[in-house]
């Protein structure tokens, strides 16, 4: 059996999480091991020899770990993104607007009086969310539906990405750089949310404007069936983390997965589903190198992706 090793604060953010594994602690045990499968997943990518999914739902964009969501993107660790419509919402939003500090313990009435949304402890003001998305899109989806009248999801977030090339903060956006970087983004779940409710707005004028998401579905076709192996970072649960291994089910499983949730299992959710569930359903495979890792991921995903990048500058063994 393996000896249980404390852990040191002085350590680098690769050197924490290595001693986390060590130190056969809960939580810090599983970070541990995510790090070495993504360290792993990374690697194989750059010679091409897997593709990586990255899965997670809107809520994070309104948050700083937004960053590290685009350094994945711009590093290309990741081919694939699945997400929800609410992260071209805040995505894009926060290129011309400002979001805040709040408080769980917010009066929600007196923040509803005030214009302020909040995203747990998040304040986006009605102008930085619903009223600046509608000025700035209108006129870009004019110009891609005169380009082109039937597009995918993964099209459409490109064309954005193109559209805000000049803007100032464009660098800071998940979409820029997957546009720049043709990494293509599966939005399932297009019409939920504000960039949604501006394509059906749209649409009311322009009824041969076609969202076409069986053509995601044959992109994500050719992308699983070409893959030689396939892995992914899925945070949280819902319909990103769902079309992820729904489609690696027909490839026979994903080789890596990592799960980051603080979901509960015991109510039969996808969101509290450990990774392994997944193997019943030959969505992961039986040998597959995964784990779940219980927690924020405002909090473990710039420990995980960190403690990772300073491995692969080290050019560390895996």
């Not at 769980?104 to 747990?120: C, M, S, T």
Request: positive net charge; hydrophobic residues 40%; proline residues 2%.
């Amino acid at each position: 059996m393996k000896t249980v090793k404390d852990i040191h604060a002085t350590k680098s953010t690769g050197e924490l999480v290595d001693e986390m594994f060590e130190a056969g602690g809960f939580t810090a045990k599983h970070l541990g091991t995510a790090a070495k499968i993504v360290e792993r997943m990374f690697r194989e990518a750059e010679k091409g020899e897997c593709v990586n999914f990255l899965s997670f739902p809107a809520c994070i964009a309104s948050t700083g770990t937004r960053g590290i969501l685009t350094e994945l993107v711009r590093k290309k660790r990741v081919q694939a993104i699945m997400t929800a419509s609410g992260m071209l919402d805040y995505d894009l939003a926060r290129l011309w607007r400002n979001y805040y500090h709040g408080s769980f313990q917010a009066n929600d009435v007196e923040l509803h009086r005030k214009g302020i949304n909040r995203i747990g402890n998040i304040f986006a003001p009605l102008e930085s969310y619903g009223i600046i998305l509608e000025k700035k899109l209108q006129p870009m989806l004019a110009k891609i539906y005169k380009e082109k009248k039937e597009i995918s999801t993964h099209e459409l977030v490109w064309a954005l990405g193109r559209e805000i090339a000049k803007e100032k903060k464009a660098k800071e956006s998940i979409i820029y750089w997957a546009w720049k970087n043709k990494i293509p983004v599966f939005i399932p779940g297009i019409t939920d949310g504000a960039v949604g409710s501006q394509l059906f707005f749209f649409w009311q004028d322009h009824k041969d404007f076609v969202v076409n998401l069986f053509l995601d579905e044959n992109k994500l076709a050719e992308i699983v069936f070409d893959a030689p192996k396939a892995g992914a970072i899925m945070i949280g649960g819902g319909i990103s983390k769902h079309h992820t291994i729904w489609w690696n089910q027909f490839r026979g499983g994903l080789d890596y997965a990592v799960g980051i949730t603080t979901a509960i299992e015991y109510d039969g959710s996808l969101s509290g589903a450990r990774v392994r569930e997944g193997i019943s359903w030959g969505k992961i495979k039986e040998n597959a190198k995964q784990v779940t890792v219980q927690g924020d991921a405002t909090v473990l995903l710039p420990l995980l992706v960190s403690a990772v990048e300073e491995k692969l500058r080290t050019k560390s063994k895996l």
